[in-house]
C-alpha cells in the first residue's frame, strides 16, 4: 500500500466515525476497472478468499456470473451457504462497502491507466469499532484473510481479461 492509497478518503470512514482498529490492503490487477469490477461485485455470493475455511469447503465461484448491480440493503456475502452481512453503499463501477462481523469495509477499484485499460488498483480498507481486546485477534485475521481474496480477485480478473483478449 503506498502512501497515498492510505491517505485517500475511502467510504467506510464516515460510518465508523471513531475507528479502534484500521487497516488496508490493495493489489494492482493487470485488467481494465469494469473487469475488476465484475469480481468485486460478486463478492455477493462468495467470500473469494480460503473457502476451506470461511466457506465451509464451498468453492467460490471461479467464473463470473450474471449479476444485477449491487445495491444497499442486499447482502454483501455468502458464506458457508449462508447471507452474511449486509450493503451500506456502492457506486456502480468505483466502490462497494458492507458491514459484516462487526466490521465496515470499502471496496475501492481505481483507475490507473484509462477508464478502460488496465492496470487497475483494487483497494480495501477495514475499519472496526471493536474494544481494544478483540481489535488485535480481528486484523490479524483480516491480513490472512483480505490478503487471499484480494489475491483471488486478482488472479480472476486477470485471467478473465485473458480469455476475453483472445
Known sequence: MSDEDIARHYPCDGLVPAPVWQAWRGVTVHAAPRDVWRWVAQIRLAPYSYDWIDNLGRRSPQELRDLAEPTPGQQFT????????????VESG???????????????VLP???PSDGP????????GAHSRWIAMPLSVGDLVMARRQLLNLKQLAERSTTRSDT
Do not use: E
Request: aromatic letters at 2%.
Open 78 to 89: 455468502t458464506a458457508g451457504g449462508r447471507p452474511a452481512g449486509r450493503i451500506l453503499s
Open 94 to 108: 468505483v466502490q462497494l462497502t458492507g458491514q459484516i462481523m462487526g466490521a465496515v469495509l470499502s471496496y475501492v
Open 112 to 114: 490507473t491507466g484509462g
Open 120 to 127: 487497475t488498483r483494487l483497494l480495501l480498507k477495514v475499519v
